[in-house]
């Protein structure tokens, strides 16, 4: 890029308009979050944060979070090799699939599984009733919306390096000898391994803060359908309870902030993954 | 390890990759598809390797049809064109890699990756990753890594496309030497005829998904049976109504020969090349050496004549004339030894030129 | 001639689809038949289909979406969701020069920052925003319930959308093309708006279309301060309310979840193919 910076007394006005905007709009909020939640001190933050409802919803989302990624990892990586490798009728619908969940509301998302899947208005109601299965107002509930809404973030990481990298070196291991699972163990996953990790980061990261879908399919019930976002709603709307809101706000902050430090690295790993790669 | 290939034919819609192709490979000896960009040397080479499935006709390797088998059983070696190298494996890996999946036991596969490395001279390079290897390294890793399974049938894609000029003359020899030191069955394509006739030992001429003829360099270049193969292998000019090799032409002092002008004069090293036009209007051009031009004494603009070189011609001669050929049209090898009723294979007794 | 692999394309398609279908394909097939009352009665035919007959009830679904409260939530979407756009559209074209054009210490933490709307759950944005600027605002700005809050909290959220939108094809610029106005005796200004603008416009009617789709959908970083009135109740949130009802006010959430999807679907698609149209006629 070879555009020369203007001089340096035009840079400034736009500098600090630009630096003012983003400093007021997110870099106060995101400080402001950690002042207030350690201003009565570490000790009480802890304490909420112990708290049996505060470690329930922790437990839960992790326990989500558990089942969702592998399988939207393995969802993400099987329709990327099929989207790359073959022509088939349908390519178009199945790639617009994917987008389909988080083009629209997540409170949408969460209606729709309701709609689908409620006990007595859902189209599968009755029969999931039927055989003592639960998904509204249960963890399968919430793994399911969890599912749609972190759906295409595999795919879309590792599609691109698919087509990039090309089918040239498993052609090889193909004269070589070697198998299909092979190959996709020894060949394949080996160079898409910094997309699959970036799209599991993205998948962990949103299904740990999802709030809407979550909002809609979970029932709210304490100690049971709580994951922590909805942890930190229900304290203040039901009990005004500021500092427990904030404690378990700080945590998510915390989490998320972690997976961006992660994410920038791993761009900066593909970045030099791309280098080879040409 | 010869390849038989019978009436192949592989279509990609409604285009023809190659149509009805009927061919001998001989066994041991490094033969050459050449053709230019798009006439189907590539689709064959994928073919022989079992990357592609042909539409019609099969394919034998030694006897054995392996028109069904898949590529993992057929025991070739394929080296690709942008040399497929696995960039997340060091080199000992990756020419350790056909071994592994055979489930050879670690020893032997790692003194057969030292046996490779030494044999390509790459053994310095044995814990290094691709991203680190120049091309020629790179193509000669791709070699190792192909010949560590012992293929029966070696197939290489265009080896030496991608590489400066002097690399690709090293590679050349290389290449050379390497397949007398080993012997087993090579296949190369490859759009340059000059490297085709320097390497190979026969040669397959193809166009537009046909073949256009097969044998040795030196009989493609004397003996060519159509106007492609002629002006493919060679530099070509039209004289008395024909396609001649300009140098098989030569300028004489006016008055004798086709009378002519010359027009330009292009010093090309050792050779020059003479460009003349004909009394009626045809350009043509000559290739003399500098002393016999200079002993022409003659410059731009002045007179001449032109006339074919006595002695040994290449000029086309038609198929009916050139060689025996099995009734249905398939081209025999080995035209200086006639065995008509035969389908001839090339082995060391008839080839031209090249002894190995 | 390769069996095992056919078998497991085929097997592996199968199961995919299936995952699809119970995953999104279902529910928003069972969302648009409960919101505009498609039914299927089989008269007792059994798997007859020719004998079924095919019920909708568009009239139900049309005199719901028109209702007083529901007319206003989604005009309150639609207003703010635009304006919010509209506003980053043009934050995002001055925060992407910044970043690609100026060189100051510390423009990495900037990079950071304006990935942070993206990566914070919805719900942390609402918590930090109605303690910041609510009842005990500590900058002395109470907006709760009022929608400045309410268009504020998604101008955080949409940010990273409309600059990261801009910032490649601002990267891609090599100069040259102004180089060359400037030479003809161009103006900053002019250059700006005749050279640089037209070839941003692509990248800036899709962010906006991203950050419209985005805003119209939010809920966690709204459902703390918009508090419970009318005038701030987005759509998003009026049907958070009506799921909590009896089913009769649940089937309404779900027609207005489809006036939701169309109205988002039509301005997606619409930007979309505005984009398009402008990239077409720089790239020809």
């Known amino acids: 890029m070879s555009v020369a910076a203007p001089s340096a007394s035009r840079r400034w006005p736009l500098r600090i308009v630009v630096l003012g905007y983003l400093a007021a709009l997110v870099g106060l909020p995101v400080v402001y979050l950690f002042v207030k939640a350690f201003s009565s001190g570490f000790g009480a933050f802890w304490h909420e944060v112990s708290q049996p409802g ?225 | 390890m010869s390849i038989s290939l019978d009436r192949v034919t592989k279509r990609f819609g409604v285009a023809f990759g190659v149509e009805d192709v009927t061919a001998e490979i001989p066994s041991g000896a490094l033969t050459a598809i050449l053709g230019p960009s798009g006439a189907g040397k590539s689709t064959l080479l994928r073919l022989i390797g079992g990357l592609l499935t042909p539409d019609a006709g099969r394919i034998s390797i030694d006897g054995e049809d392996v028109t069904d088998v898949d590529p993992r059983h057929r025991n070739i070696g394929f080296c690709f064109q942008s040399y497929a190298p696995f960039r997340h494996m060091t080199v000992a890996k990756n020419v350790g890699y056909g071994l592994r999946a055979r489930k050879r036991p670690r020893a032997e596969i790692a003194a057969r990756v030292t046996e490779m490395l030494e044999l390509v001279r790459l053994s310095d390079l044995a814990n290094r990753y691709p991203a680190q290897l120049s091309g020629g390294e790179l193509q000669r890793m791709a070699l190792a890594r192909a010949l560590a399974i012992e293929p029966r049938v070696l197939l290489l894609d265009e080896p030496f496309g991608a590489l400066d000029a002097q690399v690709r003359g090293e590679l050349r020899t290389w290449i050379k030497e390497l397949h007398d030191q080993i012997h087993v069955t090579t296949v190369l394509v490859t759009h340059d005829q000059n490297e085709a006739m320097e390497v190979a030992d026969c040669l397959l001429v193809l166009n537009d998904g046909r073949i256009e003829q097969a044998g040795t360099p030196t009989e493609l270049y004397d003996r060519p049976v159509s106007e492609f193969v002629l002006r493919f292998l060679g530099p070509s000019t039209t004289f008395e109504g024909t396609s001649v090799r300009p140098h098989d ?31 009626d209007g045809t350009s043509i051009w000559v290739q003399s050496s500098r002393a016999e031009y200079d002993a022409l004494g003659v410059s731009v603009g002045d007179r001449v004549g032109v006339q074919r070189r006595p002695g040994v011609s290449s000029h086309l001669v038609p198929p009916a004339a050139a060689a025996p050929t099995e009734p249905d049209g398939a081209p025999v090898f080995g035209v200086d030894e006639q065995r008509p009723g035969e389908r001839g294979v090339i082995d060391a007794a008839n080839l031209t030129g090249r002894q190995s | 001639m390769r069996p095992l692999s056919a078998v497991g394309a085929v097997g592996g398609a199968t199961l995919l689809v299936g995952y699809l279908s119970v995953v999104v394909l279902i529910p928003i097939a069972a969302l648009a038949a409960h919101g505009l009352g498609i039914s299927i009665d089989t008269h007792g035919q059994g798997f007859a289909f020719w004998d079924w007959s095919l019920h909708t009830n568009f009239a139900g679904f049309w005199h719901t979406v028109t209702q007083p409260t529901a007319l206003q939530a989604i005009w309150l979407s639609l207003w703010l969701s635009l304006g919010v756009a509209a506003l980053n559209a043009v934050a ?60 504020m909290a998604l101008l955080f959220v949409t940010l990273p959308f409309s600059v990261r939108a801009v910032q490649p094809v601002l990267e891609s ?43 119209i959908g939010e809920v966690g970083s709204l459902i703390l301060v918009a508090g419970g009135l009318a005038h701030t109740t987005t759509a998003s949130l009026l049907i958070y309310n009506l799921m909590q009802g009896p089913p009769s006010t649940q089937v309404e959430a779900a027609s207005v979840s489809v006036a939701l999807l169309v109205l988002s679907l039509v301005l997606l698609s619409s930007s979309s193919a505005l984009s398009h149209h402008f990239s077409r006629r720089l790239t020809a």
Do not use: C
């Open chain 2, 249 to 279: 032409l030569v300028v004489v002092p006016a008055g004798g020969g086709t009378p002519a002008a010359v027009t330009e004069v292009a010093t090309l090293g050792f050779e020059i090349r003479v460009s003349l036009r004909l009394d």
């Open chain 3, 92 to 151: 995002g074209i001055a925060i992407a020069w910044v970043l690609v054009r100026d060189e100051f210490p510390g423009k990495g933490l900037v990079e950071g920052v304006i990935d942070l709307p993206f990566a914070l759950p919805t719900i942390v944005a609402g918590i930090v925003f109605l303690f910041l600027y609510g009842a005990s605002s500590p900058v002395h700005l109470d907006l709760y319930e009022t929608r400045t809050i309410l268009f």
């Open chain 3, 173 to 215: 610029l090599d100069g040259h093309a102004e180089a060359a106005a400037r030479s003809l005796g161009a103006s900053g200004f002019r250059t700006y708006r005749t050279i640089v603008l037209p070839s941003l416009l692509p990248a800036v009617l899709s962010g906006f279309g991203l950050a419209f789709a985005r805003a």
């Open chain 1, 54 to 278: 505060s470690v329930g919803a922790l437990e839960l989302s992790a326990k989500i979070a558990a089942v969702v990624v592998p399988v939207n990892t393995i969802v993400g990586v099987a329709a990327a090799l099929l989207l790359a490798r073959r022509r088939f009728v349908g390519r178009r619908f199945l790639d617009l699939t994917f987008d389909v969940p988080i083009a629209v509301s997540p409170i949408i998302v969460g209606v729709a599984l309701f709609f689908a899947y409620a006990e007595r208005i859902g189209w599968f109601g009755p029969w999931l009733l039927h055989r003592g299965i639960m998904v509204i107002f249960s963890p399968l509930g919430i793994a399911l919306a969890s599912m749609a809404v972190s759906l295409p973030y595999v795919l879309r990481s590792v599609l691109p390096v698919l087509i990039e990298v090309g089918e040239v070196q498993e052609s090889a291991a193909r004269t070589l000898g070697a198998g299909p699972w092979r190959r996709f163990f020894t060949i394949t996953l080996p160079a898409i391994r910094w997309g699959v990790l970036y799209g599991v980061t993205l998948t962990l990261a949103r299904t740990l803060g999802e709030f809407g879908a979550v909002l809609i399919v979970s029932g709210n019930i304490q100690g049971k359908t709580q994951t922590l976002p909805i942890y930190i709603y229900d304290a203040w709307d039901q009990n005004y309870d500021a500092l427990a809101s904030y404690a378990g706000a700080v945590v998510l902050a915390l989490i998320s902030i972690t997976a961006l430090v992660v994410l920038s690295i791993l761009r900066g790993r593909e970045r030099k993954l791309h280098v080879n790669i040409a």
